[in-house]
């Protein structure tokens, strides 16, 4: 039961680094997760069992040397699953550290827009703010068409901001 379970987890897994691999992000963190916390599980029982038998070895080498053999039998064939949860368990920690790693760079991409959105609307902002302000000779408040001049100045302003953006690189 322990090594169907154990071959039904590896499979997940190579589902789920199929799809990362395909830059499918998707629910893969929660998968993981679950499939951690279950190996995990199984890695405790496993050691219990196999301290058990260990235990209980030496007492049944005395006094049935074929019971004994067939404990350290099973005992070698606990280890052997174990060593494959252990290495499902590691794999499925490097998947998540994969998956994290994948959302990172999604953030800092948008994070990256959202900085240049700020920094081309933040003149334009400034030059509104300005002809927004209900004080006296203001430029262009007494001439036809000042609102035109005002955008005029504030698209400007953004052109400017983006074409130093691009000068310096950050683009």
């Known amino acids: 039961m322990i090594c169907r379970l154990s071959e039904t987890l590896a499979d997940h897994l190579d589902d789920a680094e199929r799809r990362l691999m395909k830059e499918e992000v998707g629910d893969e963190r929660t998968q993981l997760g679950r499939m951690r916390l279950q190996l995990a599980h199984m ?61 990172q760079a999604t953030t800092n991409r948008r994070l990256f827009t959202l900085s240049i959105l700020t920094a081309c609307l933040l003149p334009p902002t400034l030059v509104t703010g300005v002809f927004g302000m209900n004080t006296k000779d203001l430029p262009f408040q007494n001439t036809d068409g000042g609102t035109w001049y005002a955008l005029a100045i504030a698209a400007g302003a953004a052109a400017t901001a983006y074409w130093l953006l691009r000068r310096l690189r950050a683009l």
Do not use: S, T
């Open 43 to 103: 890695h405790r029982q496993l050691m219990q069992l196999h301290l058990l038998f260990q235990r209980i070895e030496p007492r049944f080498a005395a006094e049935n040397e074929q019971v004994a053999r067939a404990l350290r039998a099973l005992a070698q064939k606990l280890d052997a699953i174990d060593h494959d949860v252990a290495a499902q368990y590691d794999r499925a920690r490097l998947l998540l550290d994969e998956v994290a790693g994948k959302m």
